[in-house]
C-alpha cells in the first residue's frame, strides 16, 4: 500500500482563518487527489496534481488552493475558512491514472469550521 | 459532469441475507472501481472491472460491469456483520486530457448479527 500520511487528522477553526492540510506520501506516486466527503454528497474532487507543480482544479474547488513543491507532498489551503467547507477531506494518490489501476487513499483529516 | 448513480443509499439487513448495490450512468467508463470505506478511513479498492460484461468474484462478493460500461452491481451472498461498512462505486474517465475518478454517492450498508 503506499503509505500516505494526512495531517493534521482533527482540527477545529474559526470562520474566517487560513487553514492548511497537508498530505504526504512515501510511494513516489505521479498522481494526487484532494476530495471531501460529506453525507449525501459521496466523494467530491477538489484539485489533483500531475506532476510537482502542476495541478488543476476539480468539480468542487471555489475556495481552496492547492500546492506542489515535491513529489511527496501535496498542499490544501482553505484562504478564509468558511462554516460550508466542514467535512472530512481525503487525499489521495495515484501510480500512473491508469484506469485499472487503485487509487490510495489516507485515513482523513476531519475538519470543523465554527 | 458525468454522474454515478449509486443505489440503495442505505441497506440494513440480517445477517445471512443477500443484497445488490447499483451503480449506473448515462456515459460510458474505461473501467469501474469499487473501494470499501470503514468509519475512519478512507476507502480501500475491492475490485476494478474492465471489460463490458465482466464478472469478478472474491469469496462471497460478485462484481459485474453492464455490456455497454455504464453500469455495475455488487452482489453480496449471505452477508455477515463484517461485510458491515460504506461501499463505493467510481469510474474512470478522461476529462482535459487526464483520467480521473468519478465517485458514486455510496451504499451504507449494516448487517445486523
Known amino acids: 500500500d503506499a503509505g500516505i500520511t494526512q495531517s493534521p487528522r482533527h482540527k477545529v477553526t474559526e470562520t474566517g482563518t487560513p487553514v492548511t492540510l497537508r498530505c504526504h506520501q512515501t510511494e513516489n506516486h505521479r498522481y494526487m487527489y484532494w476530495y471531501r466527503q460529506d453525507p449525501g454528497h459521496g466523494l467530491r474532487l477538489i484539485h489533483y496534481?500531475?506532476?510537482?507543480?502542476?495541478?488543476d482544479k476539480g468539480e468542487v474547488s471555489d475556495g481552496y488552493s492547492v500546492s506542489r513543491s515535491k513529489t511527496e507532498d501535496f498542499l490544501l489551503t482553505l484562504e478564509s475558512a468558511t462554516s460550508s467547507q466542514t467535512s472530512v477531506y481525503f487525499c489521495a494518490t495515484w501510480s500512473a491514472a491508469y484506469s485499472n489501476q487503485p487509487q490510495h487513499f489516507g485515513d482523513g483529516t476531519r475538519l470543523s469550521i465554527l | 459532469t458525468q454522474l454515478l448513480e449509486q443505489s440503495p443509499q442505505f441497506l440494513s439487513i440480517q445477517e445471512g441475507e443477500n443484497l445488490t448495490v447499483y451503480c449506473n450512468s448515462s456515459s460510458v467508463f474505461s473501467s469501474l472501481q469499487w473501494y470499501r470505506q470503514e468509519p475512519g478511513e478512507g476507502p480501500v479498492l475491492l475490485v476494478t472491472?474492465?471489460?463490458?460484461?465482466e464478472v469478478k468474484k472474491l469469496k462471497r462478493l460478485t462484481f459485474q460491469f453492464g455490456d455497454a460500461r455504464k453500469d455495475s452491481s455488487l452482489h453480496i451472498t449471505a452477508a455477515q456483520p463484517g461485510d458491515t461498512g460504506l461501499y463505493l462505486c467510481a469510474g474512470a474517465t478522461t476529462q482535459g486530457g487526464s483520467e480521473k475518478l468519478v465517485f458514486g454517492k455510496g451504499t451504507k450498508l449494516t448487517v445486523n448479527p
Open positions: 496534481s500531475y506532476g510537482v507543480k502542476d495541478t
Open positions: 472491472v474492465v471489460t463490458g460484461g
